[in-house]
Nanobody, 124 residues
Framework: QVQVAESGGGLVQPGGSLRLSCATAGVIHKINAMGWYRQAPGKQRELVATITSEGSTNYADSVKGRFTISSDIAKNTVNLRMNSLKLDDTGVYYC??????????????????WGQGTLVTVSA
């Protein structure tokens, strides 16, 4: 079973930094793209940053210049370095993967998978 799991959330003061990691589990043939999304209390889930297998990145305007997404292709992991954190960055951060895997019948299948989320709290 293909899964992704986040780690690295926590409590940080405004202006501080955190690093989130997302690890994949299962037999994966190819990663098309991975990304980070977040959901603040009372708000809808929103895109934070994505990265494709070719290394192309995309960021929400609110995090440009402060957050950096990176991937380790060999380990099938993706990281999110968050600097200059603001109160508005508080929320549950979810890892998302657009993956290709082989099912039990030997067929390649495309799968979108979400992690359980990790809480980031920015507070003085």
């Amino acid at each position: 079973q293909v899964q992704v799991a986040e780690s690295g959330g926590g409590l940080v003061q405004p202006g501080g930094s955190l690093r989130l990691s997302c690890a994949t589990a299962g037999v994966i043939h190819k990663i098309n793209a991975m990304g980070w999304y977040r959901q603040a209390p009372g708000k809808q889930r929103e895109l934070v940053a994505t990265i494709t297998s070719e290394g192309s990145t995309n960021y929400a305007d609110s995090v440009k210049g402060r957050f950096t997404i990176s991937s380790d292709i060999a380990k099938n992991t993706v990281n999110l370095r968050m600097n200059s954190l603001k109160l508005d960055d508080t929320g549950v951060y979810y890892c998302n993967g657009d993956l290709i895997y082989m099912n039990d019948h030997g067929h390649f299948k495309r799968l979108e998978v979400w992690g359980q989320g990790t809480l980031v709290t920015v507070s003085a």
